[in-house]
């Protein structure tokens, strides 16, 4: 071997030593900022629902037109507030993805007007969506973050102003023909592309750009983020994203997603406690969170139903067995001190095997993180909720035909 030889190995290993270790680095980064983010929104998610339940009880109440412009205010930064925790959540990945059938068409026409407001004047928004339904299953507050960050980039790319366009389109097998349950894919798929006509990318930030941390912004103008989320997002919704970009000459991303068979999954936005699922049947609501707890208990005896309620496993499990009567429905955090939601309900299940399950949490932990599968399965509340989120859920649960139980097994303990 000859010494020029060894020299240029040896040059080569150093230098795959160090890129191996800085990727290492990077990758310790992203958990430390993973776990802090998921930690801080855990908390602020709990302080937001008794923000956004608390606000959402006020407007259902008579008041004077001032008032209740400082309450709509207040709830508006209230939905901001979430917006917020859904990035770090979707960031690091501890999000409960809460996958639904709906139309992509309507989700964009939605969204729309917003992101008019975040677009400078000088950039037009053109949205070209099919006439037929867009369906796919996935989370839409996800997707709506996706496609926000990639308007954000494309605003960025046209300081002089442009043109932003925002199309989908089908393609493949049609979901209408033939039988099928929905939700299920139907063997197309639907594309979405995102086209600004901005200044394009280098090949350099081409190749880096869905790597977390990668920007060329000005410090405190990007934080490389954007796009690792948006490359989560899609990948976790079983679709694909790519980017064809030239210096001068605009940026494409074009992502596509499984199309499924129709079926809207009803969204809940506007209520009135009228409108509100109601029901007789007794509930134990298990949260260590005194403000939230109360707030359930508000919300779901003002439907009707019989609250029962303890601040933590121990206390919930005297409490059941302290009572003759049925428990129809066990509604727990899923992250508590002590024990957590899934061993009590497998430890509540199994004294009353026909009480339902119903877990509520702000982000879902790498225990039962394997959950996009397993919590896609199981009655589920997001934090935060709206009190319509939470009948809803409720009478949904109550009305299943098996009880929810077992599927978070009671010996994997979350944090
Ligand atoms: N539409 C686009 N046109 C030109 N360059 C883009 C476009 N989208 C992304 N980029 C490049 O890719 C980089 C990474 O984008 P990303 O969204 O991940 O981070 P960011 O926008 O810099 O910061 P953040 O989104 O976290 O605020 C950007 O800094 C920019 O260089
Ligand atoms: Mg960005």
Redesign the pocket.
Known sequence: MSPIFDRHTAERDAEREESLQSRFTQAQKMEVVGQLAAGVAHDFNNLLTIILAQVGILLNEPLAEPQRKRVEAIHRAGERGCALTRKLLAFSRRQVIEARVFDLNALILDLAETLRRLLSENIELVTCCGADGAMIRADPRQIEQAII??A???R??MPRGGTLTIETTTAGADPAVGPGPPGIAAGGSVLLAVI?T????SEE?KA???E?F????APG??????????HDIITQSGGEIA?E?AVGR??T?AISLPRVRGEVTPTADQWVYGDLPRGTETILVVEDDDDIREIAREILTEQGYTLLDAADGDRALRLSSGRPGPIHLLLTDVVMPGMGGGRLAGQLSAARPEMKVLYVSGHTDDVIAHSGVLLRDQAFLRKPFTPLGLARKVREALDARSPARGAVSPGAEPR
């Open positions: 960050n990639l954000i980039n494309a960025d790319a600004d901005g200044t394009g990318m930030a880096h750009l869905f977390a990668f920007t060329t912004k103008k990007g934080t490389g983020l954007g796009l690792a989320t948006v980017c970009s605009g940026t991303f």
